[in-house]
């Protein structure tokens, strides 16, 4: 087992030798519902507050994204090109059925070809050449090319039980016939729009969990989040806007827990078609000529941002400026690239270098439950634009789950997303941000402008290929520094997560960004 991947064997013995002290029901309130009872069929962040209750991965990623054993006991590097993992035996799923070697073999394959995913597991799982069982708790992994990151990226994948999962549709997940996994909570129900409803499993093989019954309750407001809290309607909110920590922290009983996280919101451009659906020119008509294309006029739109403004009056401080994929102390991070300067005179010569000294028109794109305040900066972004003389057509924001599909399908020409890696490094999100779209390869799956350029993409294999992670994160500053010049996307912020609960019951800060039951407790 390297350093990169190594668990505090005290911690560990500890979790496994808990056992509950009182059987207790909670209820969260989430402000992002999950896209399916299906591990595999959305690659995002609000789907994983979901199943990592249901089901495990291969590795475990802690608060602070440290790196662990979880269904894989133990792994080594047999050649450049080789890895062969150890399973934790004893292992059961929900129904009883042992866990295998075969359905994590079963589980990977499925991972990359689940219809119509709006965000598609293959980027984890698309180095992969050959998956060998070894014996019922071993699994020999070959790859394409040299692959020194090869297990973080597996290791996310959820395990789903072959038994219950083969030819099983997103449907039967939903329904909860497929939904058998290892994790600490069985799914009960699902109605959408409204709860979810889970029940401890006691033979979870870390040991059952604090609370008996979890139920999830989908509040996308967050006056109604905080109302439905303090009236003790729940146990546990999520996405507190920065604005209201101070009220809630001087409220008796009340806990507020925080964290600055990797997640970067961003802006996302239609830089790859001649024509864009929600490109005109100035007067509102429709164009054949897409200026996205152009660098100058990508760049010109972020200097058009005022990240400071954006960070201290709309979020309330609840952010860091960004001008990179990942913030201070992740590997691949440049201290050299600040954000991008707020600069109107500059931004309006960029544009009028490019040929659009009148402007174009636009339609920003945003979901309005994702995280705190996304609608309104997509407000806030679309008249900052205007002020620099791009025409803004309009604003158009919808929930995420209806979001995140017509974006994966390049209904937008320029919107608004969200995206945190559960990796401490900016590998994930350079080759699914920024990579030239090939699911085939694992390249690009969350690349929704279909940026493509041939030099970030040679940079960017050359350290996905080296085993030394110093020299890995060298090459990783390198291809950032490309796609950033470029202006590939727009970073605009890394977000600070809030949660609140009430009593006795805490749920820890994390940067994932995740709300389940592994971060809630019972304070002691």
């Not at 792994?75 to 070697?101: C, K, M, N, Q, Y």
């Not at 949660?499 to 006795?504: E, L, P, V």
Request: proline fraction near 6%; hydrophobic fraction near 45%; charged fraction near 20%.
């Amino acid at each position: 087992m390297t350093t990169r991947f190594r668990c505090l064997a005290t911690a560990m013995a500890a979790l496994l030798a808990a056992a509950p002290a009182a059987a207790r029901d909670i209820t969260m309130a989430r402000v992002a519902e999950h896209a399916a009872i299906d591990p595999h069929f959305n690659n995002a962040g609000n789907d994983a507050s979901t199943m990592r209750n249901i089901y495990d991965s291969l590795l475990n990623f802690d608060v602070n994204q440290a790196i662990g054993p979880s269904l894989a006991a133990s792994w080594r590097v047999v050649d450049p090109l080789t890895w062969e993992i150890r399973l934790r035996e004893g292992v059961r799923f929900h129904d009883g059925s042992p866990f295998t070697a075969e359905d994590v073999v079963f589980s990977l394959n499925r991972a990359k070809d689940v219809p119509n995913s709006p965000s598609s597991w293959a980027r984890n799982v698309g180095d992969i050449a050959t998956m060998t069982v070894v014996d019922p708790h071993t699994v020999r992994f070959t790859s394409r090319v040299p692959t020194p990151l090869l297990l973080e990226q597996v290791g996310q994948v959820y395990i789903v039980s072959r038994r219950a999962a083969e030819g099983a549709t997103t449907a039967d997940f939903n329904a909860g016939r497929a939904a058998i996994g290892t994790g600490p909570m069985r799914f009960v129900s699902w109605t959408p729009g409204d709860r979810m409803e889970l029940r401890r499993f006691d033979g979870h093989w870390r040991g059952a969990a604090e609370f008996d019954r979890i139920t999830v309750r989908f509040i996308t407001n967050p006056a109604a989040r905080i109302a439905t809290l303090l009236s003790g309607g729940v146990d546990i909110i999520d996405a507190v806007p920065a604005g209201d920590v101070a009220r809630l922290e001087r409220e008796r009983g009340i806990r507020v827990t925080s964290i600055v996280t990797p997640r970067i919101a961003y802006m996302a451009m239609d830089s790859a078609r001649d024509e864009s659906p929600f490109v005109t020119d100035a007067e509102g008509r429709p164009m054949t000529r897409n200026p996205l294309r152009d660098r100058r006029v990508r760049q010109a739109m972020s200097m058009l941002i005022n990240r400071e403004a954006l960070v201290n009056t709309l979020l309330s401080g609840g952010g860091v400026p960004a001008g990179q994929i990942v913030p201070v102390g992740q590997g691949g991070y440049d201290p050299s690239l600040a954000p991008m300067p707020f600069d109107p005179a500059r931004a309006r010569a960029l544009l009028a270098e490019a040929g659009w000294a009148n402007g174009f028109g636009l339609t920003i794109h945003s979901s309005n439950n994702r995280f705190p305040q996304d609608a309104a900066m997509a407000q806030a972004l679309g008249q900052m634009l205007a002020r620099g003389g791009i025409r803004i057509n309009g604003v158009v924001t919808m929930p995420f789950n209806v979001y995140i599909g017509q974006a994966t399908d390049q209904r937008f020409s320029a919107f608004l997303f969200a995206y945190n890696s559960a990796s401490p490094h900016s590998a994930d999100g350079l080759r699914g941000l920024l990579a030239t779209r090939d699911l085939a390869r694992g390249m690009g799956g969350t690349n929704r402008g279909r940026y493509s350029n041939p030099d970030f993409d040679a940079a960017l294999a050359r350290a996905l290929e080296v085993f030394d992670e110093n020299e890995r994160n060298r090459l990783l500053v390198e291809a950032t520094r490309i796609a950033m010049d470029d202006q590939g996307i727009i970073p605009l912020l890394w977000q600070k997560s809030f949660w609140a609960s009430r009593g006795d019951i805490v749920h820890d800060a994390n940067m994932l960004d995740e709300t389940s039951v592994r971060f809630a407790r019972i304070a002691r």
